[in-house]
């Protein structure tokens, strides 16, 4: 009557082909991220080491976010002039913004959501970090070799790689059933 019966393999394939595509998408994100980083590293021609100030938990200082989220605050040099770069807030009157803020030898740079993709930093107070900048305009840089953004890719490769096990074994139970 017009009901199409699917056999067991071709369910068994069907659904492989879509672990596959979900396990596929995790590990492209990783390696765009990965890809847009480096490339953005590679156009910052100055090389600058900076420290990082303190870290700050969710809820502290009037920074919102989830209740185990952690940001950085850190600081760069570049011709006798401060880059601070700290997580956004909006209120001026909090914590942050009244020991962090802009003056004649300080610019403060502000960052929306969680520093490099990870909801818990992996840098701690005082830890020296190498700062690559645009010569033009220092404001805008990246930490070579960010431990929070390698932190992300290496999460998304790994699930990617797990749920990429799944169809693999669902495509070898196909051909017993």
Same mark, same amino acid.
């Given at each position: 009557?017009?009901?199409i019966?699917?056999?067991?393999?071709?369910?068994?394939l069907l659904?492989a082909g879509?672990?596959?595509?979900?396990?596929?998408?995790?590990?492209i994100?990783?390696?765009i991220s990965?890809?847009i980083?480096?490339n953005k590293?590679?156009n910052f021609q100055?090389e600058?080491e900076?420290?990082v100030?303190?870290? /700050?938990k969710s809820?502290?200082?009037g920074?919102?976010?989830?209740?185990?989220?952690?940001?950085? %605050?850190y600081?760069?040099?570049?011709?006798k002039?401060k880059?601070?770069?700290?997580p956004?807030?909006?209120?001026?009157n909090v914590?942050i913004?009244?020991?962090?803020?802009?003056?004649?030898n300080?610019?403060?740079?502000?960052?929306?959501g969680?520093?490099?993709?990870?909801r818990q930093t992996k840098y701690h107070a005082?830890?020296?970090?190498? %700062?690559?900048y645009n010569?033009e305009n220092p404001?805008?840089h990246?930490i070579?070799n960010?431990?929070?953004?390698?932190?992300?890719y290496?999460?998304?490769?790994?699930?990617g790689s797990?749920i990429m /096990?799944?169809?693999?074994?669902l %495509?070898i139970?196909?051909f017993?059933?």
């Amino acid at each position: 009557m017009g009901v199409i019966k699917m056999s067991n393999r071709l369910g068994i394939l069907l659904a492989a082909g879509i672990f596959f595509i979900f396990a596929s998408v995790f590990l492209i994100i990783a390696e765009i991220s990965k890809r847009i980083s480096e490339n953005k590293i590679e156009n910052f021609q100055g090389e600058v080491e900076g420290e990082v100030l303190e870290v /700050i938990k969710s809820g502290k200082d009037g920074i919102g976010g989830k209740l185990l989220d952690t940001f950085v %605050v850190y600081q760069y040099e570049v011709n006798k002039h401060k880059y601070i770069v700290k997580p956004y807030v909006l209120l001026k009157n909090v914590a942050i913004n009244q020991r962090y803020f802009d003056s004649e030898n300080v610019t403060c740079i502000t960052y929306m959501g969680t520093h490099g993709m990870s909801r818990q930093t992996k840098y701690h107070a005082g830890e020296s970090i190498i %700062v690559k900048y645009n010569l033009e305009n220092p404001k805008k840089h990246e930490i070579f070799n960010d431990k929070d953004k390698m932190f992300a890719y290496k999460g998304f490769k790994i699930a990617g790689s797990i749920i990429m /096990i799944i169809p693999i074994i669902l %495509v070898i139970v196909s051909f017993f059933v």
